[in-house]
DNA sequence: CCCTTTTTTGACCGATCGGGCTAAAGTTTG
DNA sequence: CAAACTTTAGCCCGATCGGTCAAAAAAGGG
């Protein structure tokens, strides 16, 4: 006997198309502009069936949240995880990141309004729960090995993480811009940055890398 | 025979004093949250006295949009016409931008929200009326002057642009963070960008510029 | 002081929102 | 088959939205 709230293979499946179609309502009309209304609209079928899987609508937009959120994550740790120095970790941070973005531009508009919206739920050392916490710490670390001097890393962490926002925003508005060409050349500067004076850095010269 | 729309000194008055409301409003509810009936609370009248001197929201919203502009621009122009050298010129354009938004906070979040939102009416060559387009086109400049190589000014001009927003909304976020000091670093770290190999730019405060 | 003009009010309108609820129908699945 | 699950359409609610409008209140000049 499945109870409400037994966790089933369609159940997931109808719930992760709700997510889907959240996704794509909040890309083409706002986070705010995503009524359950319309957002049942677009799937076709009344809204009373979203409140059947989902509790109220803050419910589902915290769901979809939290799926773009986990999906963006795991693509950035698996890139991240080739690179082969700290250096090199910081430029694949900026370039996965990137990509992912130019990748799923649906799922911009969401992480951009429902970031600011969402409070973090609890706060720890006021670093942990930023955005540019985990960029923060590589930072750290690679002017470790640099030994690079006066770099404010969070400062630049900040800059970095508000930076790549504003390229994805203005390639939405610019569709001329390369968005991955683009996040090449801050990786770039960012690596001039906390590599002073060493203009051969990992680059991406004999680039034979598959996308 | 004064007609309706005649300006007067007491109708501009009342209708700045309706802007520096909306402002208010939206820096603690949101643009979204900024309705005619929050404003008209906060003003202690009618919403219907809102819009005797402004025709809808969207004009009000708009006409606070142009003042908070206006203004913004005024400063960074001031500061910058003091400016002896380019490069010079793009630290004054960042220190000039990040101090404005720093004293007056209130009037961040208007303009965050507000130009994301309003598109622009007419626009011309793609650089001119976009908000990076001023600094593209010092950076543009000053990478002439320094004959820096390998320097997407188009790129940083939106990565800095993007960046001074977050470190704004990182302020606000975190009153710990020093903001001018946080600008004075980003300069710094622009400035090495565009003057690569010369540690001694246009820094410290005592300093007479060369050239 | 009155009479015109300007300003403000407060009730009201239609629309939309999230959400609750129900009765009936359709779908799985034991 | 029967019981459990899913979905539908529809109606209702209270709240809020931007906006309209006639009437009341100020202002102000003769």
Redesign the pocket.
């Known amino acids: 006997?499945?109870?409400?709230d037994?966790v089933?293979?369609?159940?997931a499946a109808?719930r992760e198309q709700m997510i889907e179609a959240t996704i794509a309502t909040v890309a083409e009309r706002g986070l705010?502009?995503?009524?359950?209304?319309?957002?049942?609209e677009r799937?076709?079928?009344?809204?009373?069936?979203?409140?059947?899987?989902?509790?109220?609508?803050?419910?589902?937009v915290r769901a979809a949240l939290q799926d773009v959120y986990d999906r963006l994550t795991q693509h950035v740790v698996d890139r991240l995880s080739s690179a082969d120095s700290v250096r090199g970790a910081v430029r694949g941070y900026v370039v996965a990141l990137v990509g992912y973005l130019h990748d799923h531009r649906d799922e911009v508009r969401l992480i951009g309004e429902g970031f600011t919206t969402t409070q973090t739920p609890e706060s720890a050392d006021s670093r942990v729960r930023t955005r540019w916490g985990a960029l923060a710490d590589l930072l750290d670390a690679a002017v470790a090995e640099t030994a690079a001097t006066g770099v404010d890393t969070r400062v630049l962490a900040i800059t970095v993480s508000g930076g790549i926002d504003a390229l994805v925003a203005e390639a939405l508005r610019d569709p001329g811009l390369d968005l991955p060409e683009a996040g090449d050349r801050l990786a770039d500067m960012v690596d001039r940055i906390i590599a002073p004076g060493d203009p051969a850095g990992p680059r991406t010269d004999t680039e034979g890398e598959p996308r």
């Open positions: 006997m499945r109870s409400k037994t089933t293979f369609t159940r109808r705010h502009g995503a009524s359950l209304a319309r957002i049942a799937m076709g079928i009344a809204k009373g069936g979203i409140l059947y899987h989902f509790s109220s609508r803050d419910d589902l």
